[in-house]
């Protein structure tokens, strides 16, 4: 390799054009392979760069340099002056290399080389060579909407006006006559539009910036100028991008179609005041919405016949951005229906079936967009799809967005028949179970399909947040549509949300008899809404009455989950794991009315108390391997604390459950932890029983809480199906969290907020927890994102009367849920840890990046 270097210097060095041209091909050839030639660069600028020589060297060697990293000392100023010089060679191709050699360039030497070169890059832009022109569009296009640049700019007024007038230029060769010159400068403006709409940080400055108020508004003045002139000239540029070659026109679909819904939804207005927000002149667009709406519909009408292509990236792109315009004040469900029913047709072509998740996640985001009839005919097919989906995160988003809409399109049809409009059929949430592989899925008790499982659990969580009231934004986006307002609870009652739940825990009943090798997590999600459905409508009391003040809507879902439960009691026979069965007669008996039990029927096995306790007794007494080595103490537990609650709150109950406990005592199954339990729960009993007035000591109101979860158990006791089950629970919760309550981004808080309000955001608290063993903690945790660190503060206190040699301390963002095992800085060890006495205060701090948010 040594040789070849000096073979290739010594014809570098030479004054033959040939064969420094052939030198030159042959360092980029091994500079491809992966070989190190950075010994060459120092040579190619001194001899190619610097001194006289042809276009073709001067072009070979400018792509030379930049594939190599540059030592300091040859930057500035040898490159910098030959760059400089370049500009103006009188070969545009030469101009041309060295315009684009731009954006490979450090941060640092790009305003004094941009500020004095302003003119001639200027003049490229503006050149007769289209080779110039191009290259020109394609070196600003990446420099400009770079992060470093927009804070370069917020600093120095004069590169500013550089950057604006290039801006301006650009948006004007969008009408160039040369097709890729024109294609090029969509593509920057596309990429201006998504640096300011996505607030992402960009890769391509080589380091990660944080905004400050002067970068997002330099970004802000150049988008809205660059929307004016799209609006302005929307009519030519739509004339200009329809004699493009298909394959440069999908590049032009964006910007157009952004450029639209800004100044329709009004966002422009904002974006003028956030790039001047001191100027009070600063007035709305004087266009009227009529004159909105007929420049939306000239693009859609323009980007209509494409949806038919035979290229599958065009008729997405356009799809896509055709959904986008539907969202805006105007937009129609039939533009909506276009675009999903073209997106749909990719599902089976053969060249894009890589992008199935993109065409599920495209279509099930925007299906509040269409109408209802639409929306109902869509679900079936759309969870046939969702089940093909490889990616488990892909399944839980697209399976949150569906059960979302299903639920508010069955709150929507309850209220519209309510207001005398004729029922829709299939808007109810049970539609979603009619398919016959799902309705298979969920009827089958050993099949090993994780998709029903998601889907159960994702249903369940949609109808906890439908119960949560949402805050409401002034520009909501997506949530502009009715259904989609839904969602936020607007104009309907507070308790309205549990009838679609109540669809969903009768038609999701058949999981608590699932035997899902361990995992519980969607049993759990399922037991949690059937509980606090129950608290709800106080079953306990039992079927109110129109006497009592109840309504007839009242009576009606009282009744059914009164059905319900009484069915679940008879699913107890044929449910065979203990843990499953232990947690279920728990969700039961803490809400069941046991007041409004037959007494003639006390001695029939059918009873629902007889049944309750006979599986109570089953797991008390279940001995069998499987049962030890599933954590059986938890089971046990649970039954514990059933029959202590139970037998307080009726007396035949407590009657029966004092002979089983007795029993459970005197017998080999019981250790000495719950024989001692068992006794505490006699005595409870026996109290209760003797003084019934005093019935308080044993009972205590039903809370509507399910205590049986990951956070708390696995932790102590870890099954191998407990991950699955955690990984099950972290991706639904994210997708749900996404999906109802999205992270505002800046710019949508600072329309929300009014622009005087500050973007960044403040420290916040976090919520941490830690766990040890035998020592108590006290915690406080402090997150700031411009830091960049989370610090939790910890105190221990050791509650034993040894001195303790070592405290080992884990720390989860939500218990033992999200605890960083195996990472080196999440245990601390802290040693001679001494009684109570004395308290040590212990901070500990992570980076940002190793803690899931």
């Known amino acids: 390799m040594d040789l070849l270097i000096a073979q290739i210097t010594t014809d570098l060095r030479s004054s033959d054009a040939l064969r420094q041209s052939s030198a030159l091909l042959q360092a980029l050839q091994q500079c ?5 030639v950075s010994a060459l660069a120092r040579t190619a600028a001194t001899e190619i760069l610097s001194a006289p020589s042809s276009a073709v060297c001067k072009r070979l060697a400018l792509d030379l340099l930049r594939a190599l990293p540059l030592p300091p000392d040859l930057l500035d100023p040898l490159l910098l002056t030959s760059l400089r010089s370049d500009l103006s060679f009188p070969d545009p191709d030469v101009a ?48 400009l909407p770079r992060d470093d640049l927009a804070l370069m700019c917020s600093t120095n007024p004069s590169l500013m006006a550089h950057a604006t007038t290039w801006w301006g230029r650009l948006a004007e060769l969008a009408l160039d006559s040369a097709d890729a010159v024109s294609a090029g400068a969509f593509e920057a403006l596309a990429r201006l539009f998504q640096e300011l709409e996505g607030r992402r ?29 799209i609006w302005s000239r929307r009519n030519m540029l739509i004339a200009r991008t329809m004699v493009m070659p298909v394959e440069s026109f999908r590049v032009t679909v964006y910007p157009l179609v952004h450029a639209a819904k800004m100044v329709a939804s009004g966002v422009v207005n904002t974006l003028r005041r956030i790039a001047k927000p001191g100027d009070t002149t600063i007035a709305d667009s004087v266009e009227s919405s009529a004159e909105k709406l007929v420049g939306v519909s000239d693009i859609v009408s323009h980007l209509l016949p494409f949806l038919s292509s035979l290229d599958p990236p065009l008729v997405f792109e ?21 675009a999903i029913i073209a997106i749909l047709t990719l599902w089976d072509r053969q060249e894009f079936s890589s992008m199935r998740e993109t065409i599920v996640r495209a279509v099930v985001t925007n299906l509040h967009l269409l109408d209802l009839g639409m929306q109902v005919s869509l679900f079936k097919r759309l969870l046939q799809m969702v089940r093909n989906l490889r990616a488990e995160s892909d399944r839980m988003h697209a399976l949150a967005c569906i059960c979302r809409t299903a639920l508010c399109v069955d709150l929507f049809a309850k209220e519209s028949v309510r ?32 998709f029903r499982e998601e889907l159960v659990a994702s249903l369940v969580e949609s109808c906890f947040q439908l119960s949560l009231p949402l805050p409401e934004l002034k520009n909501s986006g997506t949530e502009s549509r009715v259904i989609g307002a839904l969602a936020y609870g607007t104009g309907y009652g507070a308790l309205n949300w549990t009838e679609p739940a109540l669809d969903v825990v009768e038609v999701c009943r058949p999981c608590v008899l699932w035997d899902c090798n361990g995992r519980t997590y969607a049993i759990d999600c399922y037991l949690k809404l059937l509980v606090r459905l129950c608290h709800i409508y106080d079953t306990r009391g039992g079927v109110k009455t129109i006497k009592a003040g109840a309504s007839q809507d009242q009576i009606l879902n009282e009744t059914r989950l009164r059905n319900l439960q009484l069915q679940l009691i008879r699913d107890l026979r044929e449910i065979h794991t203990p843990r499953i069965s232990s947690r279920l007669i728990w969700a039961i008996s803490e809400h069941f009315d046991l007041e409004g039990l037959d007494p ?61 406990l007795e029993e459970f005592r005197a017998s080999t199954s019981a250790d000495s932890v719950t024989k001692h339990q068992s006794r505490y729960v006699l005595q409870v009993i026996k109290y209760v029983t003797n003084h019934p007035d005093n019935r308080w000591v044993g009972v205590g109101d039903a809370t509507g809480d399910y205590p049986f979860s990951h956070h708390t158990l696995t932790v102590q006791f870890s099954e191998a199906s407990a991950a699955q089950d955690r990984k099950l629970e972290g991706l639904v919760h994210k997708a749900i969290r996404e999906l109802w309550r999205p992270n505002p981004s800046q710019l949508t808080l600072l329309q929300t907020k009014g622009i005087g309000a500050l973007h ?50 884990r720390v989860g963002l939500s218990g033992a849920l999200y605890y960083m095992d195996g990472f080196s800085r999440t245990v601390r060890h802290l040693r001679n840890l001494v009684s109570q006495c004395l308290e040590q205060l212990v901070s500990i701090q992570w980076v940002s990046y190793l803690v899931s948010r």
């Open 201 to 229: 940080m960009s890769r391509l400055a080589g380091d990660k910036l944080v905004d400050g108020e002067g970068a997002l508004a330099v970004r802000a003045q150049w988008a809205a100028d660059a929307i004016d002139f």
């Open 318 to 338: 356009v799809g896509i951005n055709m959904l986008a315009l539907a969202d805006v004040p105007g937009g129609k469900p039939e533009w909506a229906s276009a």
């Open 32 to 36: 491809a392979a992966g070989r190190d």
């Open 419 to 450: 207001r005398g409009q004729k029922p829709v059929p299939g808007t109810d949430v049970i539609s979603l179970f009619e398919d016959v592989r799902v309705k298979e899925d969920l009827n089958s008790v050993t099949s090993k399909n994780l």
């Open 760 to 809: 960044k955001e403040h420290p916040k608290a976090c919520t941490l927890t830690g766990s040890s063993d035998p020592c108590y903690i006290e915690a406080y945790h402090l997150a700031d994102p411009t830091d960049g660190r989370i610090t939790l503060h910890l105190k221990i206190l050791n509650l034993t009367e040894l001195e303790l040699n070592r405290v080992d301390i």
């Open 96 to 143: 041309a290399s060295s315009i684009a050699s731009f954006p490979s360039l450090p941060s640092h030497l790009l305003p004094s080389l941009l500020s004095s070169a302003h003119a001639d890059i200027a003049a490229a832009l503006s050149s007769p060579a289209e080779s110039l022109r191009l290259a020109a569009v394609t070196s600003l296009s990446s420099l």
């Open 600 to 660: 003639l029927l006390a001695d029939d096995p059918e009873d629902p108390l007889n049944i309750i306790i006979s599986n109570m007794h089953k797991i008390l007494f279940n001995t069998d391997s499987s049962a030890t080595t599933s954590n059986r103490i938890q089971d046990v537990q649970a039954v514990l604390i059933c029959a202590q609650r139970l037998g307080a709150r009726n007396a035949r109950a407590g009657q029966l459950l004092s002979k089983e």
